[in-house]
């Protein structure tokens, strides 16, 4: 297949190293320059005057980005709240729907495992119980659908937590027709859409999610520590911040965003995440990132000797990253996973994502618009020797 076109310019937005491939954008991001400098000019302010950036006006304007952040999502502004990233608005969630002993959180075997890890310790503190469905990566969506389905438990399923677009395996989850079996059986459904922003479509509202969570700090070039809790207006009284502020008595979204001396920069500079990306064109950048993520896959799959055949593709075309399967026994726990990937990292100069998922290692490869096709071709001419060399 071809690669992407590049987008003239792009890459110069970007302070990356240049002797490092970075193919793992989903992990962290990157800040575009005017972004950063967006964010410096309010760090400049806020250290020019500490008293009066932080009691005259600002939160007024945490709520003026909390409205621009809401449309660029499709999202009620009121029922919106900035969070510093998308496992703290799943916190947030969990602490405030009153688990009791004998109810469960169910989720899937796709989920983010720092959201998996709050889950189980929120069970732990209320004595309720967890329960794991297993999705295969070739399911489509109507199995999906099934699958959730027959394992929704109402009266006892207290919360489904679904990822929009999973973390693990790439995965493009049909949330909005989950969401509706859900509710038909009186379940309420937390979507993870922490991939979501920026790099697919997002209307917030046509999802009909009770509470739905997505980071801005990935594909939506904010400032790290940018993210969203959406919820739905039954549940925005009995919402609990984690930490009791000033505005605890305003309430939901207030006294979840209010976090006293935060450094709140990265959420004011949100919006010039969101101008850059329209600025380069939201269409052709999501199509440009996808399309080359797809080239890298093809590239280092062929690199690897796997057919194209059984190259995953379960996100479907508008995913931006995308996954190949590593030999058989190669990275297949948690911890060998972290070792080859630092491996890849010091010796071939490039960043990726590697997991284990259902004993299988998985390399995980984005595309992003300071991305070019010769950084995968290098990958996939270096990256079967070192693999050989254990």
């Not at 310019?9 to 302070?15: E, T």
């Amino acid at each position: 297949m071809r690669p992407a076109e590049p987008i003239p310019g792009a890459r110069l937005l970007f302070a990356l190293d240049p002797a490092v491939s970075h193919l793992n954008h989903g992990a962290f991001g990157a800040v575009p320059l005017t972004v950063q400098r967006a964010q410096q000019r309010l760090r400049d302010e806020m250290e020019a005057n500490p008293p009066r950036f932080f009691t005259q006006g600002l939160v007024d304007r945490i709520t003026h980005t909390r409205r621009h952040v809401a449309a660029f999502l499709g999202a009620d502004p009121d029922g919106t709240a900035l969070v510093g990233n998308a496992t703290t608005g799943a916190a947030v969630v969990l602490q405030s729907i009153g688990l009791h002993p004998g109810d469960e959180v169910l989720t899937t075997d796709h989920g983010y495992g720092a959201v998996d890890l709050s889950i189980a310790r929120e069970c732990r503190r209320t004595g309720a119980g967890t329960r794991v469905l297993r999705v295969p990566l070739s399911a489509t969506d109507e199995e999906i659908v099934e699958i959730v389905r027959d394992g929704l438990r109402p009266g006892r399923t207290r919360l489904f937590v679904i990822d929009q677009i999973t973390s693990p395996t790439a995965r493009l989850f049909p949330v909005a027709a989950v969401v509706g079996v859900a509710r038909e059986r009186g379940v309420p459904v937390l979507v993870d859409g922490a991939h979501a922003p920026g790099m697919v479509p997002v209307d917030v509202a046509a999802v009909g999610a009770d509470f739905w969570v997505g980071n801005l700090h990935k594909w939506g070039y904010a400032p790290r520590g940018t993210a969203v809790l959406v919820v739905a207006p039954p549940w925005r009284e009995r919402i609990e911040p984690l930490v009791v502020s000033w505005e605890q008595d305003a309430g939901f979204p207030h006294n979840v965003e209010w976090q006293a001396t935060l450094d709140y920069t990265s959420w004011l500079s949100a919006p010039a995440g969101l101008f850059t990306l329209r600025s380069l064109g939201l269409d052709r950048v999501r199509a440009h990132n996808a399309a080359l993520a797809a080239y890298g896959q093809q590239v280092v799959g062929a690199a690897l000797g796997v057919a194209p055949a059984d190259l995953p593709d379960p996100g479907g075309p508008a995913v931006a990253m995308r996954l190949v399967p590593l030999p058989p026994g190669v990275a297949t726990t948690t911890d060998a996973a972290r070792a080859l990937q630092a491996r890849i990292a010091e010796r071939l100069a490039t960043e990726v994502s590697v997991a284990g998922w259902r004993g299988q290692g998985w390399l995980r490869l984005c595309g992003q618009v300071y991305n070019s096709p010769d950084e995968y071709e290098r990958l996939a001419t270096r990256l079967p020797a070192l693999l050989a060399r254990g």
